[in-house]
């Protein structure tokens, strides 16, 4: 068995030739040492935050085509951004984004900051974001460490300490290693380097540029790192929606408080999402109209970040439009089924619609 102490340092230069040869095209990342366009780099870390490249790539070219300046992403409404944005997931980045743009205007006259410090005051920006900003689009000396990096550095030192306790030791190890140039690049070969060769499962080795460098190879024990906390288990949710039709063919939506999670988009009224199923008493209190109630053919499950959530359908048939009573808080809408597509919708209530409409169609 080979120890740390007996290998070299990995080479950035040898990450850099590695990269020129093979990174992959991106709609937002410039080669040749050209820098990318600022504005185009900020909604690119943006929408990358927790998504995967080919999911973000077809929403990079609808907001740059409807929106191609910052100036121009910073005028539009909240709700035209939010609605560019349904389907992505993680929706509080659409109204942290709509703010960050409409700071740089404010406080920056629409130039986007150089400087990490000023990058990390903009709303959504965290330490991670300002840094791969400040590196990729201004070619600052700036440490960028995210999931791949982390699981890069955890391998090629073979570090022990397990996640997310060792983050500050991971985060050391990638500063001690930084060129002394193309920051930019470097920043984004390392990202490239654990996205394409040091994947989570199955690394390719014996393609790796720093294969002699990396302490896990050495071990043969590669896939054991980085060491990681026993998982918490995953904790499930239950919640009912309520779908309200009138004879126009309207159903009834409601746009959830701006506070919390999916905060500002629109919904069917429900129940909270809450560890135990509904009582019959909570559906009674939390149904927007008194109204004979169907029960959906089965749930519609979703998961999110940290919770499982199961939700059950009642669907039922009012004579009018109509709006709840005080008692329902939120702002709610009749829109047609065929107008749904003009909100902000997020996938939970797009999954519901078509649960809602599979279960309607096969009643007629």
């Known amino acids: 068995m080979i120890r740390r102490t007996a290998l070299k340092p ?28 600022p504005y185009h780099e900020l909604l690119s870390e943006f929408m990358l935050q927790q998504t995967q490249v080919a999911t973000v790539i077809p929403y990079f070219h609808a907001f740059t085509k409807r929106w191609p300046t910052l100036m121009a992403l910073a005028k539009a409404s909240l709700d035209d951004v939010r609605h560019a944005w349904s389907g992505l997931g993680y929706y509080r980045r659409a109204k942290f984004l709509h703010q960050c743009v409409k700071a740089v205007v ?3 006259g629409g130039k986007i900051p150089q400087d990490e410090e000023a990058l990390r005051a903009l709303p959504g920006i965290g330490p991670y974001t300002a840094a791969a900003i400040a590196a990729i689009a201004f070619d600052k000396k700036a440490v960028v460490v995210d999931g791949n990096v982390e699981r890069v ?5 073979a570090v022990e300490e397990k996640l997310p306790a060792a983050k500050k030791k991971l985060h050391e190890l990638a500063s001690s290693i930084l060129p002394k140039n193309r920051f930019g690049d470097y920043a984004q070969a390392v990202m490239e380097l654990g996205a394409m060769m040091c994947t989570p499962k199955n690394p390719q080795c014996t393609k790796c540029p720093w294969q002699n460098n990396c302490a896990a190879f050495a071990k043969g024990m590669a896939q054991a790192y980085p060491r990681k ?35 500002g988009l629109w919904e ?97």
Request: net charge positive; aromatic share 10%.
């Open 10 to 37: 990995p080479s950035p230069a040898a990450l850099l030739r590695w990269y020129d040869a093979h990174a992959r095209d991106m709609p937002w990342r410039m080669k040749g040492g050209k820098r990318p366009n």
């Open 106 to 108: 404010e406080r920056h």
């Open 153 to 157: 550095m955890a391998r090629v030192f």
């Open 229 to 263: 906390a026993t998982k918490k288990v995953t904790p499930q949710k239950y919640s009912t929606a309520f779908i309200t039709l009138n004879k126009k063919g309207e159903v009834l939506l409601r746009r959830r408080d701006e506070k919390g999670m999916l905060g």
């Open 268 to 364: 069917f009224p429900g129940t909270p999402w809450e560890t135990a199923k509904p009582s019959a008493s909570a559906l009674k209190r939390h149904a927007p109209v008194k109204l004979r109630w169907q029960t959906g053919k089965k749930p519609v499950s979703h998961v999110f970040s940290h919770f499982k959530l199961e939700t059950a359908l009642r669907i039922g048939h009012s004579a009018a439009a109509f709006f709840p009573d005080t008692k329902h808080n939120g702002e709610y809408r009749w829109m047609k089924w065929k107008d749904l597509s003009t909100l902000a919708l997020p996938t939970l209530t797009l999954r519901i619609a078509d649960a809602a409409k599979e279960y309607l169609e096969a009643k007629s």
